[in-house]
């Protein structure tokens, strides 16, 4: 079951993704086609050891790795702890040092022009246009060339981290779709799961303002953990907004935009996000004050039954917050009377402006080391392994990632490694991939996608804390600063 699940979760989503993604200038809001794996992929094959791409620097090189593991995630620093020390195998010249950083478009421009952005770090699929058109970010067109990885990337995602002569200033880490994670302890003590045992998950934005409410009054605990703190709010609340028919940014034939925010069904969709403080009094205690992270911790800590969030996080409720590992479902993003979609977007790795062609590549050694690159190696094998024993331990599902690269080899390698250390019922999690590998995948929105973000926050804010509060008004207010944002007044 655990095979037939990842293979076939990986070569859909696979087809979607390279149907469905963006342009170079900024990905627009598309359905991607719906595909099916009829297949099982061959069961990978060890490579020989290869050697690095580049022979072993000449001077000392220093690897700033922004990639680094938060603090209180111990054995996922002692996991790269073992890289490090392979690096050193590989290069004696490089000298890594670790340093956790998160992405921040209020902190990251500043750091570019202070020249302390670490060598090597994430951010999502919506600022790599942004940083490449302000100089912010490393070419690293030729280092790729020369690995042979530039024709093993899905050419959307290329696409996406390229500038208009296709140079290339990234690679993906990952992709995600928004999804609907549950607290399977408080479905049981609400007495919502079926003759299996298995939670009985809203399919309808009505219906989960339902549920929530039966949880709330059998258990106490919120329904549903609405984010209105920052720009996450305003991202969650996007995938409501389509559900309900809602496009809110639409791109011209002459490259301008247009903002949509006011339309009706978005109002619609901002009306049911109310209803759900007002009307079903279902949301944490206070919404203004959630952030992706508290987020999981409302849901992993049993605070919270409900939370949308992403297959690339599941390790969020569970190893960061203390869920058992078999009491976390994900299901289908529910659906409203525009439809059933997925948000999709992904995290790339990008890399500092400043960095050398040496610092680059000793970056993508490391990489590789992780099993984050598009190879099939025994050290990229051994990193894979070594990500997948670690969720074992530290009680993370191990679950398919949405695949960035077009290598089958790795393909392989990957469903292989969760056929073999899969450790949860893929019956927790079948609606969610049968939903992201299904023509309901969707890009977030074109043009200033922040910013549109941060004007749809500030009503969230506001209908969250004003019973009174005028969605229209607050809808055509957001729609106008947004539509000046992107007029460039």
């Not at 952030?291 to 690339?312: C, E, K, P, R, V």
């Not at 439809?339 to 790339?348: D, E, I, K, M």
């Not at 590998?437 to 043009?447: A, I």
Request: glycine content about 8%; charged content about 20%; hydrophobic content about 40%.
């Amino acid at each position: 079951m655990k095979k037939a699940l990842s293979i076939a979760v990986c070569t859909a989503v696979m087809a979607s993704m390279l149907a469905g993604c963006g342009n170079t200038a900024a990905p627009a809001a598309s359905e991607a086609p719906a595909a099916a794996a009829t297949e099982e992929a061959a069961p990978a094959e060890t490579t020989d050891e290869a050697a690095p791409a580049e022979e072993a620097s000449d001077e000392p090189v220093t690897l700033t790795l922004g990639i680094w593991p938060e603090d209180t995630l111990t054995a996922d620093i002692e996991m790269h702890e073992g890289f490090v020390a392979k690096m050193a195998e590989i290069d004696p010249n490089v000298t890594c040092v670790p340093a956790y950083y998160k992405y921040s478009t209020d902190t990251f421009m500043p750091m570019v022009e202070a020249g302390t952005v670490p060598t090597i770090f994430e951010t999502w699929f919506t600022e790599p246009q942004k940083l490449i058109r302000n100089g912010a970010v490393a070419d690293i067109t030729d280092e790729l060339d020369a690995r042979g990885w530039l024709d093993s990337m899905n050419p959307s995602i290329k696409a996406l981290l390229s500038d208009e002569n296709g140079r290339v200033y990234g690679i993906p880490r990952d992709g995600y779709a928004l999804g609907l994670m549950l607290n399977v302890e408080l479905f049981e003590e609400a007495g919502l799961v079926d003759e299996n045992g298995y939670p009985i998950a809203p399919t309808t934005w009505e219906e989960l303002a339902e549920t929530a409410k039966t949880i709330k009054d059998a258990t106490g605990a919120a329904g549903l953990c609405l984010l209105a703190k920052d720009n996450a709010g305003g991202w969650h609340f996007s995938n409501i907004a389509w559900a309900f028919g809602a496009t809110l940014c639409t791109e011209n034939e002459d490259g301008t935009f247009t903002a949509n925010l006011a339309s009706d069904e978005a109002i619609a969709a901002m009306e049911y996000v109310k209803s759900l403080k007002w009307d079903y009094d279902v949301l944490t205690a206070d919404p203004t004050s959630e952030d992706w992270g508290t987020g999981f911790t409302q849901l992993g800590t049993g605070a919270a039954a409900m939370y949308i969030a992403a297959n690339d996080a599941v390790n969020q409720p569970t190893q960061v917050n203390g869920l058992p590992v078999d009491k976390l479902a994900m299901t289908a993003i529910p659906a409203g009377p525009g439809g059933q979609y997925s948000l999709y977007g992904g995290t790339p790795y990008m890399f500092s402006k400043d960095a050398t062609s040496a610092e680059i590549n000793a970056a993508l050694d490391y990489l590789e080391l992780m099993g984050k690159a598009p190879v099939a190696t025994d050290d990229a094998i051994a990193g894979m392994e070594a990500d997948a024993q670690n969720k074992n331990a530290e009680g993370v599902p191990v679950i398919p990632r949405f695949p960035c690269w077009v290598d089958q080899d790795v393909l392989d390698a990957e469903a292989k490694i969760i056929e073999e250390y899969g450790n949860v019922d893929t019956a927790l999690y079948q609606s969610y991939f049968d939903a992201t590998s299904s023509d309901g995948l969707r890009l977030e929105e074109p043009g200033l996608t922040q910013d549109m973000y941060a004007e749809l926050t500030k009503v969230l804010q506001a209908v969250i804390t004003d019973k009174d509060a005028d969605v229209a008004a607050l809808m055509q207010t957001a729609n106008d600063n947004y539509q000046a944002l992107l007029d460039g007044e």
